[in-house]
């Protein structure tokens, strides 16, 4: 492992750590990087889940990444869950703490989903404070995701990239890239994820997310349940680029297959930066990154088919 920005280590290519690999992984102890957990996996449990994360945590580096901090939330920020944040990372050994820039609730209710905020000076004020006190009650930089978004906000009056870098800057926290949301939100918004990810802040970014998607034809859902497309590879090569490589993790939440297809499919990343072959002229071009209606993942197979559900027909809790 190597130092990177904001003394964090790049730890190489993991994986999210899932139930359904608890087995695979405890026997065979896989050559894997590191994992992924979702906090809130693990924050209120004990038994055989903090048991098993106990080993693992043993033997392999752990960071945690959350889903209901609602940093965006109007709702007073919730210091018990702060606290169980801070003893579980504690516990671990965390490299670092993440979670999304988003808000989840409301009125002290979750609503279990990533739900965008505006982009304009009153919500940036608001997140930036927050950011700054959850960083100093942790005692350690708070890591950051660009969520996948679906509507957009007429009070919005800066970009979503330029909300975040402002953000990073502001508050002096981290940015969690999640390449595949880019292209989504980009796909959905009719937006160049290319200028996306040049306008960041590329000093900031800790880490990467890869995933899978479906292609509704009108919008594409991120629902974390196939191969990465291979215009998200482009992307997270050009990510990579800029950046100079950090930390990279596949996420695979549903459909999961056996531990080897999920390990497997990170492993395309290093092999994909550590080719040393330039691409063609206008790969990386933003004419060749305006999505069409169909996209064909890594693996060879179509895009689904354009049922043009909605994204509600998707919704599903992160947490298991």
Request: proline share 5%.
């Amino acid at each position: 492992m190597s130092e990177a920005r904001l003394g964090l280590p790049d730890l190489g290519f993991g994986v999210g750590l899932r139930t359904v690999h608890y087995q695979h992984i405890l026997r065979h102890q896989p050559d894997v990087d590191w994992f992924e957990i979702i906090s809130e996996n693990y924050m209120d449990s004990g038994g055989r889940p903090r048991h098993v994360l106990e080993q693992i945590a043993e033997q392999y580096p752990v960071v945690m990444h959350g889903v209901s901090l609602s940093i965006g939330s109007t709702d007073p920020l919730n210091f018990e869950y702060l606290e169980k944040l801070k003893t579980l990372a504690a516990w671990t050994s965390a490299a670092w703490v993440s979670d999304h820039v988003c808000w989840t609730g409301v009125n002290g209710l979750n609503g279990h989903d990533l739900l965008p905020l505006p982009c304009n000076e009153d919500t940036l004020k608001h997140v930036v404070d927050r950011i700054r006190i959850v960083q100093d009650f942790l005692e350690r930089p708070l890591v950051l995701e660009n969520p996948s978004t679906y509507v957009t906000f007429t009070d919005s009056t800066m970009s979503e990239w330029e909300f975040v870098t402002r953000m990073a800057e502001e508050s002096d926290c981290g940015l969690l890239l999640d390449v595949n949301n880019v292209y989504v939100s980009c796909f959905n918004h009719d937006l160049d994820p290319i200028e996306f990810i040049r306008s960041l802040p590329h000093e900031r970014i800790v880490q990467f997310h890869l995933a899978g998607h479906t292609h509704c034809g009108t919008h594409i859902i991120d629902t974390h349940d196939n191969f990465v497309t291979d215009r998200v590879w482009e992307l997270y090569r050009l990510a990579h680029r800029l950046t100079g490589g950090v930390s990279t993790l596949l996420e695979w939440d549903a459909q999961i297959p056996d531990f080897d297809v999920v390990h497997g499919e990170v492993l395309k990343a290093r092999d994909l930066i550590h080719d040393n072959s330039e691409l063609a002229p206008g790969t990386l071009s933003s004419e060749s990154t305006q999505l069409s209606g169909t996209s064909a993942s890594s693996s060879g197979q179509a895009a689904r088919p354009a049922t043009v559900p909605q994204p509600a027909v998707f919704v599903a809790a992160e947490v298991e």
